[in-house]
């Protein structure tokens, strides 16, 4: 069996293992991308956060996706009932981006993917991660190429950005229930026909809450070419109710709120509709031995605040930082360097999804005498700014929105 070297393998071409890539590159290492899809492949997730913009601006990309065409974005709507709110990311507590996109993940990925490869890593589509032993002095990798010839690779780290592949969780054991309920998600693609003006805001994402449920919401993502993203997410057993295919069930959900209805009244759905069950994830260590998960891979939480793909790229930075020092001979610990910074930002994140689904958090921003100081703390939170610990609500998250919580009830 052909044994090829490098320096690090990266499993996956999306968004966490291409930023991870294009920083490793930076720093002159050399870089193996094997992904086992074809790109461009379908993919959802389609609402970046400003603070992704900072990790993919670092890893010399940011031209490649400006230079894309997708859909511009500067804030998020909430609509619930009568009731309608938006927060503008450009008007935050935190520093940094306050804009950036709503893309198609399929042609995303790939526009980071061949960035990748332009900065000199190299990148194989169809290669498929069989197997890997992690038990030596360096990880080694057995793979399966598209015309089924097998080959090993050794290399000195080991990234995991395979998503919700989860190829190193699963091969090594790695898995562990996550602490969230069950819920799933129904999605497609509609031709969406809303007409210009009105209260649809083409360069925010929208996040509909079901009239009757607290824990049933919409979302839709307006593209640049007339189309948008359309889902909805909610505990099995409520989507279970529903019968007939994916499209049909996605429907007549859609069907239950009147506003989301009104609005998408001219759509053309033109994509059948799919469906994820049971996607909350969580791992029992984030690294090992010359190895680490990077974004999903290692933890999912839930799509509600779009945190996935800022969540994989800040991973890919921190990583990054920490393989590079290693090959400048300084002895990292990966716990404290990689796995709690990481958490750190994630647990703050996991503090909103859990006051959104109890509804608390929905109080909050539907409150009509909002403070505005407060109104941008929490706008920086939904920018993806949850390692800003100078914003009250990320030192100190739990109980600063327990306050707030109880205020906005009363």
């Not at 921003?365 to 939170?381: L, T």
């Amino acid at each position: 069996m052909k044994v090829e070297k490098t320096e690090v393998v990266i499993i996956g071409a999306g968004p966490s293992g291409s930023v991870a890539a294009g920083l490793l590159r930076k720093q002159g290492r050399q870089v193996l991308i094997l992904e086992r899809e074809q790109f461009p492949r379908f993919s959802i997730g389609e609402s970046l956060l400003p603070q992704s913009m900072e990790y993919i601006e670092e890893a010399g990309m940011i031209r490649d996706v400006v230079e894309a065409g997708f859909q511009y974005k500067n804030g998020a709507a909430f609509a619930r009932g009568e009731q309608y709110t938006d927060f503008d990311f450009r008007d935050k507590f935190s520093k940094g981006w306050g804009t950036t996109y709503q893309v198609q993940r399929g042609t995303f990925d790939h526009v980071l993917a061949l960035a990748a490869e332009r900065m000199g890593a190299t990148l194989r589509f169809r290669h498929t991660v069989e197997s890997v032993d992690v038990t030596g002095a360096e990880p080694e990798i057995t793979v399966r190429s598209p015309e089924g010839e097998t080959y090993r690779v050794q290399a000195r780290f080991l990234l995991d950005a395979s998503g919700f592949g989860r190829v190193l969780p699963r091969l090594l054991d790695l898995e562990t229930p996550s602490n969230f309920p069950v819920r799933g998600a129904l999605f497609t693609h509609v031709e969406d026909r809303v007409p210009s003006g009105g209260n649809f805001d083409r360069s925010k994402i929208r996040v509909t809450v079901h009239p009757k449920h607290v824990h049933v919401w919409y979302w839709t993502i307006p593209f640049s070419n007339g189309r948008c993203s359309l889902g909805v997410v909610a505990k099995r057993e409520y989507l279970e109710q529903f019968q007939g295919t994916e499209t049909e069930r996605l429907k007549a959900i859609v069907g239950e709120d009147p506003s989301l209805s009104n609005l998408l009244k001219n759509a053309v759905w033109d994509t059948p509709a799919r469906s994820i069950t049971g996607y909350a994830a969580n791992v029992k260590s984030l690294w090992g031995n010359g190895f680490a998960l990077l974004g999903n891979a290692g933890e999912f939480l839930d799509p509600v605040f779009s945190s996935g793909v800022t969540i994989a790229v800040k991973s890919a930075s921190l990583a990054a930082k920490c393989i590079g020092r290693v090959f400048a001979g300084e002895t990292v610990d990966w716990e404290r360097d990689y796995a709690v910074p990481l958490k750190a930002g994630v647990d703050t994140f996991r503090t909103f999804v859990e006051s959104w689904y109890a509804g608390g958090f929905q109080d909050i921003i539907f409150h009509p005498n909002a403070s505005p100081e407060v109104r941008r703390m929490i706008s920086a939170i939904l920018a993806g700014y949850a390692w800003d610990k100078e914003n009250p609500f990320v030192a100190d998250s739990r109980r600063r929105l327990g306050v707030l919580e109880k205020l906005c009830a009363a």
